[in-house]
């Protein structure tokens, strides 16, 4: 390999805290982050499960100031959402954000932040490094396993004017401080925990296979897939199983630190489409797409892929590395399988009408550029008829 003149960065949260209980820290970040008008972003159900108010009550406690909280987080957070966020954040006169809940909270709150500081809409900052001011102080909370949004510089929005999903990639989006509690993951439905364990592997495959991997992130990507192969059926099987939790919190936080700095791929390209066309489940996206995508990056990459079927815990001995890049690919479809994935995205009400304009779309989405194979639409485009 030829090593040319080149500079990778790598980024991730000040502070990180993790393992059981570690969300009752939160009120020391706060004070440590001069908060005086906490701004909690989250979303109805996590209101209803009472993690919003348990999170409000470890305020209280630690630091003496009342908390506001923002439940109106969508799904796929839109401009709409952010703009409407925004409005609460400005009236009640807050100074630091909590974003509480998976990627969609920490996504919303993100936008929340960096209009609040940067002003303008959040259309303004699609693309890589956009802003000029670094947000309100900012600690998320995550009670999902997969999207790591927690402790990234990514932030996606979608716009519902074009309908689709904008990748804001700005380093200034990192949160302050990062908090994976596994006590708040033990709720999670297995639908959901499967999902979110997907997007986590996906994040992992993408990040190992991508064209600005280093040793770092290479590391980071091996061990993230090793634990979810290891731990994500148990969490799917048994919500209480701590020593999954605690392991999934681990293989996403790692898949985070990969893609974080490697960044990703065609299947995020191509999943970005589909939650901004027909508002699906990010996780279910990625996990359908991502054994047609790898197929189609294989010859590009082949002894990484044979490097993950070992990471997934398959016998590769004495095969040849095409046939353990296969390996790979069957072991990623029979985790989805056993998980209760959908086989295609057509049961999920894909339409082969509008094929076209998402793979327009997907070869416009940045996460596209660090893919190891180029594919035209045309070829963007079978991958999506095969994946129905």
Not at 102 to 124: E, L, M, P, Q, R
Not at 152 to 176: G, L
């Amino acid at each position: 390999m030829t090593v040319q003149e080149q500079v990778y960065g790598f980024y991730i949260p000040t502070v990180t805290l993790m393992g059981i209980g570690s969300h009752k820290e939160i009120g020391n970040q706060v004070n440590t982050l001069g908060g005086k008008k906490p701004f909690i972003c989250t979303d109805k159900g996590i209101v209803a499960a009472g993690i919003a108010q348990q999170v409000a009550d470890v305020i209280k406690n630690d630091c003496g100031v009342d908390a506001v909280i923002y439940d109106n987080t969508q799904a796929n957070p839109t401009d709409k959402n952010v703009h409407e966020g925004l409005k609460a954040f400005q009236d009640k006169k807050c100074d630091l954000i909590i974003s509480l809940g998976g990627g969609s909270a920490h996504d919303c709150g993100k936008g929340i932040g960096i209009v609040a500081s940067n002003g303008g809409n959040i259309g303004d900052y699609e693309g890589v490094d956009q802003s000029t001011k670094p947000m309100p102080p900012f600690i998320a909370v995550n009670t999902t396993a997969g999207t790591a949004s927690e402790m990234t510089r990514f932030c996606i929005i979608t716009d519902t004017s074009r309908k689709v999903k904008m990748a804001i990639v700005d380093w200034r989006v990192t949160p302050n401080v990062a908090i994976d509690d596994p006590l708040l993951m033990v709720g999670m439905p297995p639908a959901l925990t499967a999902a979110t364990g997907m997007d986590a592997l996906t994040h992992a495959v993408e990040a190992y296979v991508s064209t600005a991997a280093t040793p770092v992130t290479d590391a980071c990507a091996l061990k993230g897939i090793e634990l979810v192969s290891q731990y994500l059926r148990a969490a799917v099987a048994n919500g209480e199983d701590m020593e999954a939790r605690d392991r999934m919190c681990y293989a996403q936080y790692l898949a985070g630190m990969a893609f974080n700095n490697a960044s990703l791929g065609h299947v995020h390209a191509m999943a970005h489409q589909l939650g901004g066309f027909y508002d699906l489940p990010h996780g279910v996206c990625n996990a359908i797409l991502l054994p047609h995508v790898s197929r189609f990056n294989l010859i590009a990459k082949m002894s990484r892929f044979a490097d993950i079927a070992v990471a997934m815990g398959e016998n590769i001995d004495g095969l040849s590395i095409r046939d353990a890049a296969d390996v790979a690919i069957e072991a990623i479809q029979t985790l989805s399988a056993d998980i209760g994935i959908p086989s295609g995205l057509a049961a999920l009400g894909v339409k082969e009408k509008d094929l076209q304009v998402m793979a327009e779309n997907a070869q416009k989405d940045a996460c596209g550029l660090t893919n190891p194979r180029c594919p035209s639409l045309e070829e963007v485009i079978g991958i999506y008829k095969n994946a129905l």
